[in-house]
């Protein structure tokens, strides 16, 4: 998006722009009338022409020949005959003080030759023109210019009353291929140079405008890439080049192409048309419009293709009236669809009219002055470029806003996705904050679930446990007591032999030792009953070694090694101190240690034991795994549950795993995972925070 144009800058450097312009001219309408007279002769109304139908006539015919005219004023010969034979007498605007040159205007006439004569005999013959090379030109300037000859030595002033006045006079053998334009001026040399150099001034000035222009714009286009900017250089460009050739600067370039310089006129003037179509096409979004709008504008395009061919190939007399007309006709087609455009409320084709109307208002002041309703001056003779300057202008404006009102419509359009992407974020939180507290009490619902069936289970489990060493201590009891009855019977009968004392007997003491064994088996059970909640309050801290601490563990679990003490495997530094609860590590180990030689361990293997301890910024990490049976994915989901156990005909009750878990996460504050390796057996992961004293 663009960020930080305002096209109130360029609206103010625009405005410097078109004020300096027009006080150049007005610079040089402030000398008086009396100067501008002094300054220069209009030569139009003292000019002749030779009406002949003749297409070859030579100096001398036409210096014999009665059929001289006045033109009246009348400069634009047009097309009538690609030659012309023009005199003029220059006896009564001859100065004696100082230099006088001669100037066609209208740069652009292929060949002049100049017979200058004095008294009736030729003193110089000069060739000019834009088809001949410019080292061949009398004075070496842009403008078709001629000395008139010095004053022969030793005569007299012409303007001494007393003496034969000096006849001077020069014949011009114009040739143009185009139209045919003979408005000349009669210059005091030194006023020309002043006049020159005000012309090359206002010259630069445009110019330099145009370069201005174009460079903003280029440096516009590098950071928008917008097409209608690339358009806008584009009709710069060609605008430039045919403004160039037009005032005669070609010259400069090929000084000694003649071809170069026929063909240059018609095409600049056919690529300013091309470039004027395209950014129309492109400025206004043709393609977007109407059909017939769009396909109109293309033909108007495609047409000029042909054109251009014509205007390379052909003489310019030949070409330029096509090419004039297809001008016309394209400013006026455009012109009218900006209008309408405009009144169909496309808001980019009011800026594009407004910018084009000193351009008409310069063909209005230019067809009065062909009429005769305006007095030819410096403002008439440049006001197309004036008007073009001008318009480039207003269209560099328009180039403004029309990039300042998509970037407005494009925040309107960011702010609105904002303001819906807010509310569609309010609603969706809304729905999330409704769905998390759902979910929350289905949690908690769960937890409580889970709670009551873990609370089940427990109670399940212990009563289970309990109930069979309770019920045999029972039964021992009642049979203890059924023979004592008898025993008692017996004796008061005094019927009481040896037999029966020692059969009681013998039965008494079985019955105790079974009552003994049931309670003790009942009290490991509580006692292992209570192991599971851990009292961290009723232990103490002191440094231990980790490696002597699994050797310690291994050797608490040989007296239930029944068949093949286990290959221990410890991948751990020797000197790993810590400062943490001994009995619990040693409790973990065991535990673990346990549940491999009794679980995971067939009868007839040896089996494994892999321990690795590991250290990472005071925690604890220690890796157990063993070659075992392993179990299944379902049985290690519930390997932490209390009263889990693969050997419950073996005597075990399935605490271990679950007062394992109790002292990691409660009394060490850690965190214990069983998953089954690849290959067998079982393992767990344990991080464990720790104070580490030697690492």
Known sequence: MLTGYQPVRLLSL???????????????????????????????????????????????????????????????????????????????????????LLEFLLVQLDRIDAYFYRNNQLVEHYISGDSVPFSIRPIK????????????????????ANSTPEKVEVYFKIYSEGSTNISSTLWNTKDFLIYDNFDSIWNGFFFGSIVILFIYHALLFIKLWKMDILAYLFSMTTILLFTATKWGYG????????????IAIPVTLILANIGTLFFFYFFLSINKTNTFINRYTIALLVASVPLFVLAVSLPPGNSIVFIII???????????????????????????????????????????????????????VNISELATLTSLCLLAMAVAYKISDKQTQSEQQIMRLNEDLENKVIARTHELNTSLDELKATQNQLIETEKMAALTSLVAGVAHEINTPLGVGITATTSLKENADKFKINYQANDLSRTDMEGFLDTAYDALELIENSFTRASQQVKSFKEITIEQSNSETHSLNMKEHIHNAFIHIKPIIVNHTPNLHIECSDTLEINSISNLFIQ?????????????????QQGNIYIKINTEENKLHINYSDDGKGLSEKKISDIFNPFNTSNRSGGQIGLGTTITYNIITQALQGTISCEKPE??????????????IVG
């Open 326 to 380: 297809y001008g016309f006709i394209a400013f006026v087609s455009i012109t009218l669809l900006a209008l309408y455009l405009w009144i169909n409320e496309q808001p980019v084709a009011r800026y594009y009219f407004i910018a084009i109307i000193p351009t008409l208002m310069a063909g209005l002041v230019i067809t009065s002055n062909l009429i005769g309703l305006i007095p030819s001056n410096y403002v008439t």
């Open 251 to 262: 010259i400069y370039i090929w000084p000694e192409n003649t071809a170069l310089s026929n």
């Open 141 to 160: 300037h842009k403008n078709l210019l001629f000395p008139l000859p010095n004053k022969e030595p030793n005569k007299v002033s012409i303007r001494d």
């Open 14 to 100: 625009l405005v410097i722009i078109i004020l300096a312009g027009l006080s150049l001219p007005a610079q040089s309408l402030s000398t008086t009338s009396k100067e501008r007279i002094q300054a220069k002769i209009d030569l139009a109304p003292y000019l002749q022409r030779l009406i002949s139908d003749q297409q070859e006539i030579s100096l001398d015919q036409a210096r014999a020949s009665t059929q001289w005219a006045s033109i009246r004023g009348e400069t634009n010969l047009g097309l009538l005959q690609p030659q012309q034979w023009i005199y003029l007498d220059l006896t009564p605007h001859i100065s004696n003080k100082d230099p006088q």
């Open 679 to 692: 290959d067998s057996g079982l393992s767990y992961h344990i991080e464990i925070p720790a104070e580490i």
């Open 588 to 604: 973990v180990f065991v535990n673990l240690m346990s549940n491999s030689v009794q679980h995971g361990f067939n009868k007839d």
